[in-house]
């Protein structure tokens, strides 16, 4: 009992904490946060979208292990030279602008400058769950192996890589 209570306030200090930037050893930025502990029962019930991301990865809620999601946003400004050009014989473009669930671009020519203005916006999603039996002809006397599912919700993005290491000590 004792336990579970310690285990509920840690989570509840988690769940309202912000994320942390600390600077790394080669000067970048690396965000940090809390790691919770939920039961599956607590996962559907708190987190139903990260839930059902799960089993639309066709996972079962049951054998998964671990569930991270990462926003991630990306903003850049461009400068750069124009060149002469004429669109439709007469039209000169000055201004544009473009926008979706994923994009937000804009662009102003300026003389010979192009100012471009790019906002980027992406979840990623992992999960780590009990995949398949490492000796699938033992059937249930064989163990699982642990695997990761990695998803994206821009469908412009792709995963070029992912990695995860479990890290067990002696």
């Known amino acids: 009992m004792k336990q579970d209570n310690a285990r ?4 509840m200090e988690a769940l309202t904490a912000s994320v942390k ?13 809390d790691v919770l502990l939920v039961r599956t029962g607590e996962l559907k ?34 400068i750069t030279v124009l060149r002469d050009s004429i669109v439709h014989d ?3 473009v000055k201004v544009f602008s473009y926008k979706d669930q994923w994009y937000q671009i804009s662009g ?8 471009l203005s790019i906002f ?30 990695v998803s994206v919700s821009n469908p412009n993005s792709t995963i070029k890589y992912s990695n995860i290491i479990q890290i067990q000590k002696q």
């Not at 509920?8 to 989570?11: E, V």
């Not at 979208?49 to 850049?76: C, H, P, Y």
């Not at 102003?108 to 100012?115: C, E, R, V």
């Not at 769950?129 to 599912?149: D, Y």
């Open 108 to 115: 102003i020519g300026n003389d010979k400058t192009q100012q």
């Open 45 to 78: 019930e708190l987190f139903p979208f990260q839930a059902k991301t799960v089993t639309d990865m066709g996972i079962k809620l049951n054998r998964a292990t671990q569930v991270s999601s990462t926003v991630i946003e990306t903003q850049k400004n461009i």
């Open 21 to 33: 930037y600390i600077q790394t050893q080669n000067g970048k930025l690396a965000a940090q946060t």
């Open 120 to 149: 980027n916006t992406d979840t990623l999603t992992q999960v780590v769950f009990k995949g398949e039996r490492i000796k699938p002809w033992l059937w249930i006397f064989s163990p699982r192996k642990l695997q990761q599912r």
């Open 90 to 92: 007469t039209v000169r």
């Open 8 to 11: 509920l306030a840690n989570n």
